[in-house]
C-alpha cells in the first residue's frame, strides 16, 4: 500500500510541476492535491467498506468476545430480535437506547425488561473479516496506482507538447 501511495503522489507531484513550471508554488499546489486526493480515497474505501462489512455478535463471556481477532471493526450497532441490523447512531434515532447488558451481548432497555425477558437487540459489531483483507487493499491500491500512472500520461502529454518541433 506505501508503494501504491508513492506512485499515486509521485505521479501527481510531476504532473502538478509539469504544469506548474516554478518549484515552490508546483510543490505546494501537489502537496494540496496529493492529500485532498487521499483524503477521497479514504473516505470513499471507508463508505464501500461499511456496505460490505459483516455483523458478529459480541459475547462478553469469552476471550475475544465472540468476535474474529483478526477483524477489522469498522462500526458497533445493534441487531434487533427480527435481524435487522442497525448502528448505534440509527438506534439512537429510533429511540433504542439499552441501559443494561448481559455477558451474551443481549441488550435490554431496563432492568425490569431484562428480568422480563424482553430483548431490545444484541450487540455486534460490523467488521471486515481478516480472509478481506488482500481484496481491500489490493482495491485501494490499484485505484491509487491508476491516479498515479494516469497522471504520469497526463505530465508525458505536457511535456511533449512544450518541446519545440
Request: no cysteine.
Amino acid at each position: 500500500m506505501i508503494v501504491a501511495r508513492g506512485v499515486g503522489a509521485l505521479g501527481v507531484g510531476i504532473l502538478v510541476g509539469a504544469v506548474v513550471g516554478r518549484v515552490l508554488p508546483a510543490i505546494l499546489g501537489a502537496a494540496l492535491i496529493i492529500a485532498l486526493a487521499f483524503t477521497a480515497i479514504s473516505l470513499g474505501q471507508d463508505a464501500v467498506l461499511r456496505n460490505e462489512a459483516e455483523p458478529q455478535r459480541v459475547a462478553m463471556g469469552n476471550a475475544s468476545g465472540g468476535v474474529d481477532p483478526g477483524a477489522l471493526v469498522i462500526d458497533f450497532g445493534l441487531e434487533l430480535p427480527g435481524g435487522e441490523v442497525v448502528t448505534w447512531q440509527v438506534a439512537q434515532e429510533r429511540g433504542l437506547i439499552a441501559a443494561v447488558i448481559d455477558e451474551e451481548g443481549r441488550q435490554f432497555a431496563s432492568a425490569a425488561d431484562m428480568r422480563a425477558g424482553r430483548v431490545l437487540g444484541y450487540d455486534i459489531q460490523l467488521t471486515i473479516p481478516g480472509s478481506q483483507y488482500l481484496p481491500v487493499v489490493a482495491r485501494e491500491a490499484g485505484v491509487v496506482t491508476a491516479i498515479g500512472l494516469v497522471a504520469l500520461v497526463g505530465t508525458a502529454l505536457v511535456v511533449s507538447r512544450r518541446r519545440p518541433a
